[in-house]
């Protein structure tokens, strides 16, 4: 399918995302909340990015150097994700559920349309601050023996706190294998060596 007819499903599927329905499924658990809905609004996110126009790209590619902004805002919503008293409130009131809904498509926008402008520097230096901060609370939902989330049972914000850290570690582990692969072929082929490994997306 053309990029347009992905972003066009994309929306769709984040306006269906907002639906009581929908919310109320995948917000009725702390792990399906975090790890399923919030990734699912950022892909949704990227494929309407993957559509814009080469002019309005341009447009954001001027403030947008290195990624740097892009990945800046990412970090700074992905951040604001963990915080449990957001969580809580998006459970409880539809206006903070649809801006947080809105803010994970605009970071899964700004995550595809950063990526591959920013060097392995600049996505390490990304991934060495975000991780870290995922594990750290992801350790803070697993030692802490108080509910964080009212909205949440305590089981579950255990699991979610394991869930966190693996995924921190294996995100950290799978960015540098592919910064290695991407490496060595580029020393095989004799050429000389990449500013950054393959984008995600």
């Known amino acids: 399918m053309r990029p347009r007819t992905h972003a066009w499903l994309a929306a769709a599927t984040a306006l269906l995302l ?4 929908a919310r109320q499924a995948l917000e009725s658990s702390m792990t399906l909340h975090m790890l399923v809905l919030a990734p699912l ?3 949704c996110g990227a494929l309407i ?9 341009a447009r954001l590619d001027a403030w947008n150097a290195y990624g740097i902004a892009g ?3 990412t970090a700074v919503v992905l951040a604001l994700i963990m915080i449990p008293r957001l969580l809580d409130l998006a459970v409880t009131d539809w206006r903070i559920d649809a801006a947080k809904a809105l803010a994970l498509v605009a970071c899964g926008g700004a ?3 950063s990526w591959r402008r920013a060097g392995a520097l600049v996505q390490g230096f990304f991934l060495g601050n975000l991780l870290p901060m995922t594990a750290a609370a992801g350790r803070l939902y697993q030692d802490s023996p108080l509910r964080l989330c009212d909205a949440y049972l305590l089981d579950d914000q255990l699991r979610l706190g ?10 950290g582990i799978a960015w540098f294998a592919q910064l290695v692969r991407a490496l060595v072929r ?3 082929a004799g050429l000389p060596q990449p500013d950054s490994p393959q984008p995600l997306a």
Not at 49 to 57: D, I, Y
């Open 18 to 21: 907002l639906l009581p329905p």
């Open 186 to 188: 580029r020393e095989a």
């Open 71 to 73: 990945l800046f805002a």
């Open 111 to 113: 995550l595809r349309l």
């Open 41 to 43: 609004l950022m892909l």
């Open 162 to 171: 394991q869930l966190l850290v693996a995924r921190a570690v294996a995100s």
């Open 49 to 57: 990015a993957g559509a814009l126009p080469a002019g309005s790209r």
